[in-house]
């Protein structure tokens, strides 16, 4: 009997996401983004990135923990 021995699936490199866990599909460079306690987070839109600015630490906290 001729077994085949299957090798094992590579891990894929997960995509990036944005700070409310939304995937980023395009090149990072297009995606708003800030600084954050020494880290670069993405946004979606503009208008999120605005809403950061006005209040970083609410906005943060608040989407960071929401999983879509």
Known sequence: MNEQKTRPVPKTR???TTVCHRL???DV???PHAEYKGRTI???TEFCLEAFN???ERF???HSKVKK
């Open 14 to 16: 997960k995509l990036p």
């Open 24 to 26: 980023m599909t395009a």
């Open 29 to 31: 460079d297009w995606y």
């Open 42 to 44: 993405y946004f979606c």
């Open 54 to 56: 006005a209040d970083p």
């Open 60 to 62: 943060y906290l608040a």
